[in-house]
């Protein structure tokens, strides 16, 4: 093996050895027996898997997990989906219901819930309006007091929701006469908006 296919393999070693929160990687290659080790790397394509494994470790390790970050994820997932269709008992392809979008957005980001509007209101953290933060959820009822549609607080008094037949994802005022009269609570499936919440 060549000498700069050496040099590029202990760098690569010695910098996640010195990396305290590459505490993962380092267990993964402290698996491998030092002679197989050797073995591998005498091929082109090993080196090459070797450097696949160590992005996908390392980002892995680094990402941002945060609560803010994954706010702002929740909200970018469903302003990408603006404009798309209506479509009642949706999910994605044809287009998104009111709680079908929700559940579906939330999903691209490994939280689980409820399929349907009110049990998702039912199952979230109760928090104030006041309190509500971007990726929080909006609810609403449209005719009586049961809950019956619900979108994705975006900040600003805005929310983002799929809202009936014929109309297409979009951004909403809360301020709106229509959606004013109807709101009746917000909820949080993310744990740092739960301070001051109840279920």
Not at 48 to 73: H, Q, T, W
């Amino acid at each position: 093996m060549s000498g700069q296919h050496n040099y590029l393999i202990h760098f690569v070693y010695t910098y996640i050895v010195y990396n305290i929160y590459a505490y993962k990687i380092v267990f993964y290659l402290s698996l491998i027996h030092v002679s197989f080790y050797h073995e591998i790397m005498k091929k082109p394509e090993a080196i090459c898997i070797f450097m696949i494994f160590f992005i996908l470790a390392y980002s892995s390790v680094f990402s941002d997990n945060s609560p803010e970050s994954l706010r702002k994820g929740i909200v970018e997932t469903a302003k990408s989906y603006l404009g798309t269709k209506y479509h009642y008992g949706g999910l994605g392809k044809k287009g998104f219901d009111c709680s079908g979008f929700v559940h579906h957005v939330y999903l691209q980001h490994d939280i689980p819930i409820p399929r349907m509007s009110h049990n998702q209101f039912r199952k979230g953290t109760k928090i104030e309006i006041e309190n509500a933060r971007p990726g929080d959820l909006v609810f609403f009822s449209i005719r009586g007091n049961q809950i019956s549609h619900v979108g994705i607080y975006l900040g600003d008094n805005e929310f983002i929701h799929s809202p009936s037949r014929g109309k297409e994802v979009q951004v909403t005022s809360l301020d709106n006469s229509y959606w004013k009269k109807r709101f009746r609570g917000a909820a949080t499936y993310i744990k740092d908006s739960t301070k001051d919440g109840k279920n």
